[in-house]
């Protein structure tokens, strides 16, 4: 006997422009080598736009909280998107953003979903614009984006994660961003994810 399961799926985007173009790094290259390298992760346009395109997923946390809201036992909708500059392994059991204990504004920071989250057929889509005076305590190097609903890094409210090094499958998705020396920045990061039956 055949059971239908549900599965979700997720994108994450984010979109550049900033005063150096030249001085980013994606995945420890300059973004016109990735570009050339990693044609499906990188874009690069000659308005200096960057794009990098990545697979996220899901950890236990956001798990049980998506079938805690699916089943009225309680859970907490997603309102959070963070970025760290924590580069260890993401596991399933991985529930902070910053790694093996809750970031800090050195190394993680999180903002709120705006403007609203969306859906369109089976895909919601989030985000938020990150600038340099968001991150408060100096810019790092970006090695996680990850959804939550707190607002802190809490320990309670991981939803998904891209990022992360040396981890087994799913989470095998390395990031990097390194905005450090690329002078006044912008940058919209987005999730998108998508419900599928399997």
């Not at 030249?22 to 874009?43: R, S």
């Not at 392994?89 to 953003?97: F, K, M, Q």
């Not at 790092?140 to 998904?160: P, Q, R």
Request: proline share 3%; net charge negative.
């Amino acid at each position: 006997m055949e059971f239908e399961t549900l599965g979700r799926k997720g994108v994450g985007t984010i979109r550049l422009q900033c005063e150096r173009p030249e001085l980013v790094t994606v995945y420890g290259m300059p973004v016109k080598d990735a570009a050339l390298i990693l044609p499906g992760n990188v874009k690069f346009f000659e308005s200096g736009e960057i794009e990098l395109i990545d697979k996220n997923s899901y950890v236990n946390t956001g798990l049980v909280n998506s079938l805690n809201r699916e089943f009225g036992l309680g859970g907490t909708a997603v309102g959070y998107i963070g970025v760290s500059s924590d580069s260890s392994a993401v596991t399933a059991s991985t529930v902070y953003l910053a790694g093996a204990a809750a970031g800090t504004a050195s190394n993680t920071i999180i903002l709120p979903i705006s403007p609203a989250a969306t859906l369109s057929s089976l895909t919601v889509t989030g985000g938020a614009t990150f600038t340099n005076s968001s991150f408060t305590s100096g810019v790092f190097a970006i090695n996680k984006l990850g959804f939550l609903n707190t607002s802190t890094d809490a320990g309670t409210g991981l939803i998904d994660v891209i990022g992360g090094t040396g981890g087994t499958s799913p989470y095998t998705k390395t990031f990097s961003l390194n905005l450090i020396s690329a002078g006044t920045f912008s940058f919209t990061a987005q999730l998108a994810i998508t419900a599928v039956a399997i």
